[in-house]
């Protein structure tokens, strides 16, 4: 399994809904990452967790909070978002980080947030 | 100055062209780069992924770094209406997980 799996594909929220994001690898890849991209722009880092411990969080507001379960389960809580939050939302894995990597990021498809 | 740098001006090229895409950085740290390609509405797909100066060829394309330039392309051979996307480069330091991205190109092939 080389694939990076995210759900929904789309979501529909209003301002005041709490709702998450899941993301699953089975790759073994003990990296794992939340990213934002909005359109024709390149994505933006917001949160990467390392060994299921969170380890980079870009300054993202607290109504964005991640989760790790475990090391092949990643989540984004999302709770009283504004409409300037709707962007494509992808999660990304990797192998250990720095010493001996030798792969590039694996991206899921996303999932497409739209806040209403 | 921006880490890297990417003309997102938008190709378009004639089915069988060669395609030439790069871009610049001024970390001289970053050791690793990538290109992902992304079709509209779907996640970054790896294409090429290198850490060292010079060539390195998968099929129809070949990705290029020139570290001493701070400069690194990629080349997409024999061009295909398939390949129109958006193509971002990628690249991270050692030891570090932060991947720093270029603005990204789209790519059309016109058939």
């Known amino acids: 399994d080389t694939e990076v799996t995210q759900t929904p594909k789309h979501l529909v929220m209003g301002m005041t809904n709490k709702k998450s994001l899941k993301c699953e690898q089975h790759?073994?890849?003990?990296?794992m990452y939340w990213y934002k991209q909005k359109a024709k722009k390149p994505p933006e880092l917001m949160f990467v967790y390392s060994y299921e411990k969170l380890s980079i969080n870009e300054s993202v507001p607290s109504r964005f909070s991640p989760e790790c379960p475990n090391s092949s389960l990643l989540n984004l809580h999302l709770h009283a978002l504004q409409p300037e939050d709707s962007a494509l939302y992808l999660c990304a894995s990797s192998p250990t980080i720095g010493i001996g990597q030798v792969d590039g990021y694996t991206f899921g498809s996303g999932t497409r947030l739209t806040v209403v | 100055q921006k880490e890297v740098e990417q003309d997102p001006g938008p190709l378009s090229v004639p089915e069988g062209a060669i395609v030439s895409l790069n871009c610049t950085y001024s970390n001289s740290a970053f050791q690793y780069f990538m290109w992902y390609r992304q079709y509209s509405r779907k996640g970054p797909e790896l294409l090429m992924y290198t850490y060292s100066s010079g060539n390195k060829e998968d099929g129809r394309f070949t990705a290029q770094v020139d570290k001493s330039s701070k400069y690194i392309s990629l080349f997409i051979r024999d061009s295909q209406p398939s390949d129109s996307a958006t193509y971002l480069c990628?690249?991270?330091?050692?030891?570090?997980?932060?991947?720093?991205f270029g603005k990204g190109n789209q790519v059309v092939v016109i058939p």
């Open positions: 990628a690249m991270r330091t050692y030891g570090n997980n932060r991947l720093a």
């Open positions: 790759m073994g890849h003990r990296a």
